[in-house]
């Protein structure tokens, strides 16, 4: 049974950091490109930042590109985001995926950036 469990959401005030934790178990975590997403209520859910299985190479967006940086440990099993210099609109509950054969989603820890 696959499961990915994120921790490190919480309350933060703007201009402040997070780094948020995704721990996968039950599939072979090395061979999936693992990402993180955002969404907020009644939005869809966004691309933060990618890494892919092979060669570390990492995508963000936009938005979050200089700010949030993606990394994994594949002897641990995790992927993190660490993210910087916070703003009201990073508020959102975040996600992880694994993609391989099979597509795989964490249930979400709810980041709140706000004075």
């Known amino acids: 049974q696959v499961q990915l469990v994120e921790s490190g959401g919480g309350l933060v005030q703007p201009g402040g950091s997070l780094r948020l934790s995704c721990a996968a178990s039950?599939?072979?975590?090395?061979?999936?490109?693992m990402s993180w997403y955002r969404q907020a209520p009644g939005k869809e859910r966004e691309l933060v930042a990618t890494e892919a299985s092979a060669g570390g190479r990492s995508n963000y967006a936009d938005s979050m590109r200089g700010r949030f940086t993606i990394s994994r440990d594949n002897a641990k099993n995790t992927v993190y985001l660490q993210m910087n210099n916070l703003k009201p609109e990073d508020t959102d509950v975040y996600y992880c995926?694994?993609?391989?054969?099979?597509?795989?989603w964490g249930q979400g820890t709810q980041v709140t950036v706000s004075s």
């Open positions: 995926r694994a993609a391989g054969w099979y597509s795989y």
């Open positions: 039950g599939l072979r975590f090395s061979s999936y490109t």
